[in-house]
């Protein structure tokens, strides 16, 4: 089955695209009682020197994408490490990422 065929880029972008909106305006903090929230994003640049070093921390299952990964059967994980390849730059590479933050006061 091809890449187009299988759709397991698509997922696991359509994963990706869900978290970053549901980070701006999601509230956990809100619902764990916190007050004077503030909150912001963090960016960082990466470095990486081999695809491998990009794509080995996916396939350890830590949060919505290495579930994703983890979920796929071997040649699944081949087929969309196979498309992660050719969608990234040539190494060695920087990718910027982001991560949301959020600081508030406990009750009490």
Do not use: K, N, Y
């Not at 695209?17 to 305006?25: C, H, I, K, T, Y």
């Not at 830590?62 to 390849?85: K, N, Q, T």
């Amino acid at each position: 089955m091809g890449l187009a065929q299988d759709g397991a880029v698509d997922d696991a972008l359509a994963l990706a695209e869900r978290a970053l909106q549901d980070a701006p305006g999601a509230t956990p903090s809100d619902q764990a009682g916190l007050s004077g929230v503030t909150d912001g994003r963090l960016d960082i640049t990466l470095p990486f020197a081999t695809f491998e070093e990009w794509w080995e921390p996916f396939t350890l299952g830590v949060g919505p994408a290495g579930d994703h990964v983890r979920s796929l059967d071997d040649a699944g994980r081949d087929r969309l490490a196979a498309a992660c390849r050719a969608r990234l730059p040539h190494p060695p590479f920087e990718l910027t990422v982001s991560a949301w933050a959020a600081r508030g006061i406990t009750p009490g």
